[in-house]
């Protein structure tokens, strides 16, 4: 039987937040007990109070010998459940709700507003002149056995190389009675009932070497080469991940984790200017989103110019991309003015597409993404003819040897067939040139005014920034900039496109365009990522009604990936 309790309490800002949690138990029971599947407190509440099952489609809760219900005023021994109806069992209401899908059952609790947890817990505590027992000697004598059987035979053990773990049927006085629970099913899995490989000293706490010498990839949350966070304390890592508790909890996911030290702005503003105060996740206890940029510097050396890229941190609210290619989103999203070649209109998915980790993109490039719209063609009387992308001296090589065989090849016209070429929107299709010289003569001014249409007017000069050093030498005259994309704008952070793509209710191309203006931006360096005010009308640091609660974790990582992420950003514009 699959029951849904969800708990309704009273929230900090006087609003209400709720809990649920699913009972998978044949029968739910019901009491002040701490074994009870539902445990209520109040004075009128029996240790096992009541029992709950489902039947024919209703739930019917039947009170043990001696303990009623409460409905309407009048008291019973069962009550069958429909939705909307409500039980009282000393002060706490439980309604009946309409199940969800997968469940037999749904039940809402609100528990007594009256009862005092600490007076509750107190009125069961026994205290040992209640019992027949004396204070010293059964103290005494308890203290000897611990120390004979826990301690003396377990370490007489140790120290006489007997193994550790008893086999089947032997004695259980080894150290293994000195372990406080199981362990993390990964580690137990991973080195079974060998102690000595955490424990490799006698009576000395796990160290860090004993971690790391599985765990050789798991970085320091201090990230390599932030000189100024070297002189910050590090814990062991067994303080935060501890073992031999039930449940297994090897994974802290609690606020506290990092807010306990990011909520000092003093101590963090002389450690390092670049971490500011974070209490939360909201607009005025999370500090506004930072985007790392990669930013070229531009030298000229005598071969033209070399570009040095370096990463750059820099508040989202006045970043600009720098990637040196001309994009308009606006455009091609525009149905009227660009669809592809079935006639369809052009989404977001026909260029971003989402690497397997869920959160990364598939890099876009020319001829995956571009190639089908975009011909590289700059012949109309020889439309197969391309030029090779990203290489500008190949490019003029291609042009030139080309125009050499059109006027130098008699037999060319026939070897290479025309067809109608794709042209983008408003270009003028070539009519044709005249030329009176030699064919060499020809080919090269034909060359040559080809090459300044492709890398002045409407060629490579459309999607990139062209240098014009103004030579003769039609090979080096022109320069077009390299084109960097970032992989990621956030790469201290993560998030997961995947669970983003189901929006209440958009999908599609519409969930992408509530977090990016897409159908917006006419420029390239219109940097579409959202700042935390759109991620809070959607998330919160915790429950409420129509919200998905967020904690740190879900966003940043306390060990970061140095794969993924720069070491160090080499400039941060406050």
Same mark, same amino acid.
């Given at each position: ?15 209400t ?25 109040g ?51 439980l ?18 507003p ?14 040992l002149k ?6 010293r ?15 003396a ?19 259980l006085?080894t ?8 362990l ?7 080195i079974g009932d ?7 000293? *006698? =009576?000395?706490?796990?160290? !860090?070497?004993? @971690? +790391?010498? &599985? /765990?050789? #990839? ?30 297994? *909890? =090897?994974?802290?996911?609690? !606020?506290?984790l @990092? +807010?306990? &030290? /990011?909520? #000092?702005g003093?101590?963090?503003s ?5 971490v ?64 592809t ?7 977001c ?6 690497s ?12 995956a ?24 001296s ?21 070897a290479?067939?025309?067809r109608?070429?794709?042209r983008?929107p ?15 003569q ?12 492709q ?18 030498d ?6 077009v900039?390299?084109?960097?994309l ?11 496109h ?10 599609g ?6 977090c ?20 809070t ?5 915790h ?6 609660p ?16 720069p ?8």
């Open positions: 039987m699959d029951i849904l309790l969800r708990e309704m309490r009273a929230a900090l800002d006087q609003g937040e709720f809990q649920d949690r699913e009972l998978s138990l044949p029968v739910v029971t019901i009491g002040s007990r701490q074994d009870q599947a539902i445990q209520l407190l004075e009128q509440v029996a240790g096992s109070h009541a029992e709950l099952r489902a039947a024919g489609g209703k739930l019917q809760i039947k009170a043990t010998r001696g303990n009623a219900l409460v409905v309407d005023g009048e008291k019973r021994s069962s009550v069958e459940l429909a939705p909307g109806e409500r039980v009282l069992i000393g002060g706490n209401t309604e009946a709700m309409a199940a969800p899908a997968g469940f037999d059952g749904a039940v809402v609790l609100v528990p007594d009256e009862v005092d947890r600490a007076t509750f817990e107190n009125a069961y505590q026994t205290s209640d019992t027949w027992l004396s204070k000697w059964p103290a005494w004598i308890s203290l000897a056995l611990v120390l004979v059987f826990a301690l035979v377990p370490l007489y053990l140790v120290m006489d190389g007997d193994d550790a773990t008893p086999a089947p049927g032997a004695s006085l150290d293994a009675i000195w372990t406080s629970g199981p993390h099913a990964v580690h137990n899995q991973s060998d102690c000595g490989a955490c424990h490799s000293e *006698l =009576l000395e706490r796990v160290q !860090d070497n004993a @971690c +790391t010498a &599985c /765990h050789k #990839d798991i970085e320091d949350h201090i990230v390599p080469g932030h000189a100024a966070l070297q002189s910050m304390p590090t814990e062991r890592c067994a303080v935060c991940h501890k073992e031999h508790n039930e449940p297994t *909890l =090897l994974v802290i996911e609690a !606020d506290s @990092c +807010t306990d &030290c /990011h909520d #000092d003093a101590t963090l002389r450690v390092s200017p670049h500011e105060v974070a209490t939360g996740f909201s607009e005025a206890s999370h500090p506004r989103f930072e985007v790392a940029l990669p930013i070229a510097q531009a030298t000229a050396k005598a071969t033209g110019l070399v570009f040095d890229w370096e990463l750059h941190e820099r508040p989202l609210e006045d970043a600009q991309e720098q990637s040196n290619l001309k994009f308009p989103h606006d455009l091609h999203l525009d149905v009227g003015s660009v669809r070649q079935s006639g369809e209109a052009l989404g998915g026909d260029c971003h597409t989402l397997p980790d869920r959160e990364h993109f598939v890099p876009v490039s020319m001829a993404h571009c190639r089908d719209c975009h011909e590289l063609t700059f012949d109309a009387g020889a439309p197969q003819r391309q030029l090779p992308h990203g290489q500008p190949e490019a003029v090589a291609t042009m030139e040897g080309h125009f050499i065989r059109v006027y130098a090849d008699p037999s060319r016209a026939a290479e067939p025309t109608e070429r794709r983008r408003g270009r003028r299709a070539d009519s044709g040139n005249s030329c009176s010289g030699t064919a060499l020809c080919a090269l001014q034909r060359t040559e005014a080809e090459v300044l249409n890398f002045t007017r409407s060629g490579c000069v459309t999607c990139h920034r062209v240098d014009d050093t103004g030579t003769s039609l090979f080096t005259r022109f320069q900039y390299p084109v960097r970032p992989g990621d704008f956030m790469p201290t952070a993560r998030f997961d995947h669970s983003h793509l189901t929006q209440k209710d958009k999908d191309d519409a969930a992408c365009l509530t990016h203006e897409a159908t917006a931006s006419s420029a390239s360096t219109d940097l579409m990522i959202p700042d935390i005010d759109n991620c009308s959607c998330h919160t640091d429950t409420v009604a129509d919200s998905v967020l904690d740190c974790v879900d966003c940043h990582a306390y060990h970061p990936d140095a794969s993924s992420m070491q160090l950003f080499t400039e941060r514009t406050p």
